[in-house]
């Protein structure tokens, strides 16, 4: 129960106007009436009314983040960063969970903007251009290139997916695989996809591409994912997983098949989550700290109504460790 | 930048009145007139003002969530389902991490408080019973009993700890070690401390108690505990660990040593999270989603002046797999 200075008013027996008084410091007011009104305040635990301020101020120091789903770790850790720096700025954060979809996705958008959200970190892509344009907030997103006026944070795609390849061409593996989410997002995450498919074209060494549906992030459909692709292609002996998460499945799936990794079968993974399991995985890590940051760095600046580069592309990195 | 109808008075050039009325259809407005007004407000991208609403409802839809670490997948798993279930009932996620900062959480509960959220679930808990006392907004705990006015949901520690070390008794483990985080947080999980000690004080068999620092959930403090203890009790042969994060590290130390799990050490984790690398983890399973759905449902009651179960302490259950 919201408590305001009309409830102050009632209780100490006074006019509005002269709770405002007080508030505000005033007009001539008696030390008995001061105390009255304060105590008043302090019983019914009266706080400045900070939704009413940001009607005036025209600001909530809100923001929202829609992701596809926090129980991600690569989400969970991305928002735990944003959580950070929004909050160094005096922002709180408003969590939206998509989990893929359209509707819900468009629904958040609206639930947002009626709440005078100050913007929106978009980190689940669902929804077409042109329902992005009609937002009409400050707006950054994560990992997709809506058009040219809406600035977007990325890590260098197409990099990681060469350093990956590479590394499995380097290994003389003879036949690749790669593993992704679905590629019809339209996310930039799709150029992992591309730089593999080019890497192994390059080498002339066979390849395997395998997506989930639209319904990303499914551990069960992970695991049958992997599964498929050995009973397809048991001779694969190299697999680049676009998430780590992707490819503690590969790994696992190989020790139930018996195949040792990485004698057998190599397995680079995507993200650099810190999460246990992981802790062998060879991997391209994404500077996520330095995402979650500069998405609400750069938000911030178009809040502030400052310039904000419309392209941030980051550069990832390759950790070698046992399962290559 | 939030529009008002003040923005959109000026922009056709009539009164604020005006727009009032045609917003709520009131009074006789020429059709040219609503026709001018509603462009404008579709120009200006005008939102019927949930903010001013809320102020006259006081009531703001939002409901703030204060847990240690978004990052640790057991509260990921968690908020997943309570964002679920909030904006099922038309409630928005304002998220929190206070890091088990106490001058954070302080501060975000007076944050919470100012931007008028309708109540508070408390995951994190470093402050004092009298400070909570103080919040009085409708509140709902996790895992910690604050007062006998204060909701909280908890599932079975006790019984959980029990399973876990009768677990480790029956498969004759000689000399057992019970792992978890900081004890003095006065968290019902220390609960599951307690229910190891009788059991191992009941058996008469030796037994090792390892805690963290405040500063829970760092993964290198896993890793330093886990280390220590195989350095100072080589001869362990049976370890409880209080998440399945630090069982994770229990596992991959004993790989580190040449230690086979099960055969030498066997391990028993705590939470059930559902990440790569715990499916072959024996470990006793909280119901996640049930305790999300929970806190939100007992606050949603609180909130419309319902009642509430003040104790909600739901079971547990052991799932025996590749560790023990």
Do not use: W
């Not at 027996?13 to 008995?32: A, F, I, P």
């Not at 770790?73 to 954060?93: D, I, N, R, S």
């Not at 977007?152 to 593993?179: F, P, V």
């Amino acid at each position: 129960m919201i408590v305001t200075i009309r409830d102050i008013a009632e209780k100490v027996g006074v006019s509005v106007t002269t709770v405002s008084r007080v508030l505000n410091n005033r007009g001539y007011l008696s030390d008995g009436l001061k105390k009255r009104v304060h105590e008043a305040m302090e019983e019914m635990n009266y706080q400045p009314n900070e939704v009413a301020r940001s009607l005036s101020r025209k600001k909530s120091n809100i923001l929202g983040l829609i992701i596809p789903d926090i129980s991600h770790p690569f989400f969970a850790q991305m928002t735990k960063h944003m959580e950070y720096y929004a909050y160094k700025h005096g922002y709180k954060l408003m969590l939206c969970n998509s989990l893929l979809d359209k509707k819900k996705e468009k629904e958040y958008i609206d639930l947002l903007r009626a709440s005078q959200v100050d913007g929106i970190i978009m980190g689940s892509h669902t929804m077409s251009v042109k329902e992005y344009l009609s937002i009409k907030l400050p707006l950054v997103t994560l990992d997709r290139q809506i058009s040219e006026s809406i600035p977007y944070i990325s890590s260098d795609n197409y990099r990681g997916g060469s350093l990956a390849t590479q590394l499995l061409l380097r290994k003389n593996c003879n036949k690749i695989a790669y593993l992704s989410g679905n590629l019809q997002l339209n996310m930039l995450a799709k150029q992992r996809h591309d730089a593999f498919v080019r890497q192994a074209k390059g080498k002339g060494v066979e390849y395997i591409v395998k997506q989930t549906d639209m319904n990303g992030f499914q551990y069960k459909k992970y695991e049958n994912l992997v599964r498929e692709l050995f009973q397809e292609h048991p001779d694969i002996d190299g697999v680049f997983a676009s998430s780590d998460m992707l490819a503690l499945q590969v790994v696992r799936e190989c020790r139930r098949l018996g195949k040792s990794v990485p004698d057998q079968v190599k397995v680079v993974g995507y993200d650099g989550i810190q999460i246990g399991g992981t802790e062998d995985l060879t991997t391209i890590a994404q500077p996520i700290k330095e995402m979650g940051r500069l998405a609400v760095q750069h938000l911030l600046q178009q809040i502030a109504g400052e310039e904000t580069p419309l392209e941030t592309i980051l550069p990832v990195k390759l950790l070698e460790k046992g399962t290559t």
